[in-house]
Nanobody
């Protein structure tokens, strides 16, 4: 089992920045591919970004150049730096983990709200 707890959400104005954190506990954190997803009201949950144990990253087109994912395997921490935020970034953001070589994310946090006002 892996337990994930997000923090760092809040409310900002357009163009502002926020940094989300995800604390992981349980099995060896470094073995997992970590990701951030988000779900806006009335919409399906969508992929935002992911990072492998070695630091290989992937981003949704909508956040490329604005968001940066990072991880600290020694501290079991995952981060999402969000810059140049837009109202369409408003959503609940979830931290998730999957085993390397698989496609399904097995473990999810409870989510943290990000609200961007115009």
């Amino acid at each position: 089992q892996v337990q994930l707890v997000e923090s760092g959400g809040g409310s900002v104005q357009t163009g502002g920045s926020l940094r989300l954190s995800c604390t992981a506990s349980g099995r060896t954190f470094s073995r997992y591919v970590m990701g951030w997803f988000r779900q806006a009201p009335g919409k399906e949950r969508e992929f935002v970004t992911s990072i492998t144990w070695s630091g290989f990253t992937a981003y949704a087109e909508s956040v490329k150049g604005r968001f940066t994912i990072s991880r600290d395997n020694g501290k079991n921490m995952l981060y999402l730096q969000m810059n140049s935020l837009k109202p369409q970034d408003t959503a609940v953001y979830y931290c998730a983990a999957r085993q390397s070589g698989t496609t399904q994310y097995e473990y999810w946090g409870q989510g943290t709200q990000v609200t961007v006002s115009s």
